[in-house]
């Protein structure tokens, strides 16, 4: 009798329509980059892939939008893309937005390429930086390893292997429609809850593995970029970074000029470690780092040696030719930028020319204090002079003699000292 009634109990419930058990869909997680490939940006992508991993995600989206970055910091993002173990999915977007030079690579790397309307891909022509930088044979290496790089990426994702030659030899560029012609993207979508609506139900095979993406309905948690990354990826701006070195040079030269001062040199300090992390990264022209720290020498030299303003003018010229020349790179976003150079500049000369005006005022002006600042003082006499006697000057009473008897209350001019006696004239 109990068997029937549980059977009968199973039959009620399957036509009144509600499900005996239901399987809950793995998480998706989706992260933004907004702004350029370094080592924080690289970070953050690689954590948040395994991050994803372990809390048993089925797959994690990279929107994406950026003009580039470094090479080194690149390779390491597709590596953990190459290996990751769920399924990567870069999202070039917002509309506007692009996938340059690294984020060529990146959105190729992936597992499935998707670009909202409005977005272009291309120009991943590798800039050779640094030392080297201007020999053929050099440039021909670094091209050639880039474009074998390239083609293997785009194969083992079955991409146009040709077209993303061409993005590195001839840094072509393609719109969205385009890229999806060419088999370079899978497919485009305005947002990515269309995105996971296309996606869903569709298998990617990993290495003798299969995955079936279920992401109808499931809504993507977000992950943030920490405070760190944030703040390291923000100071990694070459205009940041310029700023930065900019403040410590300021604050080591005021504690030098203010032995004891401690709080200038300690700021100064902090900047300039913050200012060599951002540098060290950066493609540095070591000329133009030396004009600059030039500049500075030239602006102290006018405090202590009267040239009449020629070694502060030196130093302004020297100041803004090393700040254009500090940052070497031909590509824009890896530029310190005119809009932060040329206020820096006139800040600067500003700062000093005021305080090259100020030392040579307080060198043309009479001494107010000692043996120097009381010559030239007026007072009445007190205590006849005849010759010596005693003066009121400043509502002080002084030793005073004279060449000639001055009787009291006659004016007097002090024109000289001896052994805290003045010698003065009558007026």
């Not at 948040?48 to 690149?74: K, V």
């Amino acid at each position: 009798m109990r068997i029937y009634l549980f059977i009968l109990s199973i039959f009620i419930l399957l036509f009144a329509g509600i499900p005996v058990y239901s399987q809950e869909k793995a998480p998706i997680y989706v992260i933004e980059v907004d702004g350029i490939i370094n080592p924080a940006t690289s970070k953050f992508i690689t954590e948040s892939i395994d991050q994803a991993i372990e809390e048993g995600a089925q797959c994690i989206i990279i929107q994406l939008d950026t003009p580039g970055g470094l090479m080194e910091s690149m390779r390491l993002i597709i590596k953990k893309i190459m290996t990751s173990a769920i399924p990567v999915i870069v999202y070039v977007s917002p509309s506007g937005g692009r996938a340059a030079s690294a984020g060529v690579f990146i959105t190729m790397a992936a597992h499935i390429a998707v670009m909202a309307p409005g977005t272009h891909i291309g120009a991943a022509h590798p800039v050779a930086l640094g030392e080297g930088k201007d020999s053929k044979t050099m440039s021909e290496k670094i091209v050639n390893d880039t474009v074998a790089y390239i083609k293997t990426i785009a194969k083992t994702r079955g991409r146009n292997v040709d077209w993303g030659e061409k993005a590195v030899r001839k840094s072509v560029s393609i719109t969205e429609e385009e890229a999806v012609k060419l088999n370079v993207i899978d497919f485009i979508s305005p947002d990515i809850q269309d995105l996971l609506g296309k996606i869903d139900g569709k298998v990617i095979k990993f290495d003798g593995v299969t995955r079936t993406l279920l992401t109808k309905g499931v809504k993507p948690r977000s992950l943030e970029m920490s405070w760190r990354y944030r703040f390291l990826d923000i100071i990694s701006n070459p205009s940041i970074a310029y700023i930065l070195l900019m403040l410590g040079i300021y604050g080591i030269f005021f504690e030098l000029s203010n032995p004891g001062a401690i709080l200038p040199g300690v700021v100064g300090g902090i900047f300039l470690i913050l200012a060599f992390y951002a540098l060290q990264m950066l493609p540095i022209n070591f000329a133009g780092l030396a004009l600059i720290l030039f500049a500075i020498i030239l602006f102290i030299a006018e405090i202590k040696v009267v040239s009449h303003g020629l070694l502060a003018v030196a130093g302004v010229i020297s100041l803004f030719l090393g700040s254009l020349m500090l940052i070497d790179s031909p590509t824009e976003y890896m530029r310190i930028s005119l809009s932060v150079i040329i206020p820096a500049v006139l800040v600067s000369a500003a700062f000093f020319i005021f305080a090259v005006t100020k030392a040579i005022s307080a060198r043309l002006t009479k001494p107010s204090t000692g043996k120097e600042g009381i010559i030239g003082e007026t007072g009445t006499v007190v205590a006849s002079l005849a010759p010596e006697g005693k003066v009121a000057i400043h509502g002080e009473y002084w030793k005073a003699e004279s060449d000639q008897p001055i009787g009291v209350g006659e004016k007097v001019q002090v024109i000289g000292v001896n052994n805290l006696i003045l010698k003065v004239k009558k007026l």
